[in-house]
């Protein structure tokens, strides 16, 4: 009777640690490194989103950089809704993640880095739109 006990509280206890584990490697989070952060300013001050560059639309600009993100493997963390480009001018910060190209719907969130989307309407149909990674 105690081995049939032990072997059931073994593999409760194996249990335990393959859930732990799973939720460990869930909640991991990565750092943003140099070796990403400075070529994605660099291609933001490029594409204009370093406030010399006009937009038809605030939603351009945030378009441009979500793209130039997106050329270095990083991808958005979060929804965006367009109520943040309802008014005349605004800044949000916008959470991101590393692709993970081996299970696309599981990204990896970046602990340490956000995008920051500041836009002011200069006139009609002009618009000024920064973008950089905090």
């Given at each position: 009777?105690?081995?049939?006990?032990?072997?059931?509280?073994?593999?409760?206890?194996?249990?335990?640690?393959?859930?732990?584990?799973?939720?460990?490697?869930?909640?991991?989070?990565?750092?943003?490194?140099?070796?990403?952060?400075?070529?994605?300013?660099?291609?933001?001050?490029?594409?204009?989103?370093?406030?010399?560059?006009?937009?038809?639309?605030?939603?351009?600009?945030?378009?441009?950089?979500?793209?130039?993100?997106?050329?270095?493997?990083?991808?958005?963390?979060?929804?965006?809704?367009?109520h943040q480009f309802?008014?005349?001018?605004?800044?949000?910060?916008?959470?991101?993640?590393y692709t993970n190209?081996?299970?696309?719907?599981?990204?990896?969130?970046?602990?340490?880095?956000?995008?920051?989307?500041?836009?002011?309407?200069?006139?009609?149909?002009?618009?000024?739109?920064?973008?950089?990674?905090?």
């Open positions: 009777m105690k081995n049939a006990a032990q072997r059931v509280a073994t593999r409760y206890m194996a249990r335990i640690a393959r859930r732990a584990n799973r939720l460990r490697l869930a909640s991991a989070s990565l750092r943003m490194t140099p070796a990403v952060k400075r070529p994605a300013t660099a291609a933001f001050k490029r594409a204009g989103l370093d406030g010399n560059g006009r937009f038809r639309k605030a939603e351009q600009g945030y378009s441009l950089a979500v793209d130039v993100l997106q050329d270095l493997g990083v991808e958005l963390d979060e929804v965006v809704s367009s309802r008014r005349e001018s605004n800044e949000f910060t916008i959470r991101l993640a190209q081996e299970d696309i719907f599981s990204p990896i969130p970046i602990s340490n880095s956000m995008l920051v989307i500041q836009y002011t309407k200069l006139e009609d149909d002009r618009y000024e739109v920064l973008a950089y990674l905090s």
